[in-house]
């Protein structure tokens, strides 16, 4: 017998022995790894926003209390305000150029749903500490972010009712590359 064959062989052995020491514990003929998947495990990942608004959790936020967020926990990248620094303008007027596919895009300029500041704030966001921010911590940074970028009015209030109504100036120049695969 070649040594690959001694070798296969011994394999088949030991794993068929896991399966059938796994028999007894109510997940069949298979390999005894992992936990059951809890609703509580599926719920912390699953914290995906569509721009109807689906999922976006109870709370509100406002401009005022953005100010603060931002201040402690986004300048330190983002610049004063948001407005620029180490990392992106989160702030800012600058156009879109048409025809300009390598031009820089902005939330402002670019973005097409409004939802998807909460959902990427949320997941990514302070750039070295994703997920530890609390969702009104992360409902004011939203609420700053569309009224300093005077897309919603600074005493606007964001929930999950009014933020999807938010539209965002470049929504509507997205066109569908393959309408016919959806
Ligand atoms: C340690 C640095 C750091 C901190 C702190 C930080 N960010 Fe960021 N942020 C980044 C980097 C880097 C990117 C670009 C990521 C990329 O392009 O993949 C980014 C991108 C973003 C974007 C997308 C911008 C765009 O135009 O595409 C948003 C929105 C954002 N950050 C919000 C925030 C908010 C809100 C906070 C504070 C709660 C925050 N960030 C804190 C580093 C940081």
């Known amino acids: 017998m070649s040594t690959f064959k001694a070798l296969s062989l011994t394999f088949a052995l030991a794993t068929g022995a896991a399966f059938a020491a796994d028999e007894t514990n109510g997940l069949g003929n298979r390999p005894n790894l992992g936990d059951k998947i809890t609703e509580a495990d599926i719920k912390a990942w699953d914290i ?15 401009y005022a209390g953005g100010v603060k967020v931002i201040a402690e926990k ?18 800012t007027d600058a156009p879109l150029p048409p025809g300009q596919i390598e031009a820089n895009k902005t939330i402002k300029n670019f973005w097409a749903n409004s939802t998807t500041l909460f959902d990427y704030v949320r997941r990514a966001m302070p750039w070295n500490t994703p997920r530890t921010l609390t969702d009104q ?6 609420a700053y972010i569309l009224a300093a970028n005077k897309l919603i009015d600074e005493k606007a209030v964001m929930d ?10 470049n929504r509507d120049n997205f066109i569908i590359r393959f309408p016919e695969r959806i």
């Open 160 to 169: 999950a009712k009014t933020l999807p109504q938010v539209k965002m100036p």
């Open 48 to 62: 995906t926003i569509l721009p109807d608004g689906t999922n976006l959790p109870a709370g509100s936020g406002t």
């Open 137 to 142: 911590e992360v409902w004011d940074a939203v």
């Open 74 to 91: 986004c300048a330190v990248c983002h610049g004063e305000g948001a407005k620029g620094g180490k990392n992106a303008a989160l702030v």
